[in-house]
Nanobody, 122 residues
């Protein structure tokens, strides 16, 4: 069993920055990749960014590419999402997820965190 706990969300002004963290516990070494997804009110959950545990492969949604950066620290089983130049449309609950398969899809993840809210004011 894998537990994922997100942190770092909050309220920020447009153009500002936040760093989200996802701390994993349990058996995470077998996970091929970790990803961030988000869900805004009234909308479907969407992919944001992903990173593989091996090879350093990363992937980003077009809407965040160039503004967000995903990284990891396997020594402490933590994945980060650095969010810069935030826009009001980035407002959503952000979820961390893990999967043993690549690429990552929201409907095919093995474990999910409970989410951390991010609100970007205009």
């Amino acid at each position: 069993q894998v537990q994922l706990v997100e942190s770092g969300g909050g309220l920020v002004q447009a153009g500002g920055s936040l760093r989200l963290s996802c701390a994993a516990s349990g058996r995470t070494a077998s996970s091929y990749g970790m990803g961030w997804f988000r869900q805004a009110p009234g909308k479907e959950r969407e992919f944001v960014a992903a990173i593989s545990w091996s090879g350093g492969v990363t992937s980003y949604a077009d809407s965040v590419e160039g503004r967000f950066t995903i990284s990891r620290d396997n020594a402490i089983d933590t994945v980060y999402l650095q969010m810069n130049s935030l826009k009001p449309e980035d407002t959503a609950v952000y979820y961390c997820a893990a999967s043993g398969r690549w690429p990552l899809y929201y409907y095919d993840m093995d474990y999910w965190g409970k989410g951390t809210p991010v609100t970007v004011s205009s």
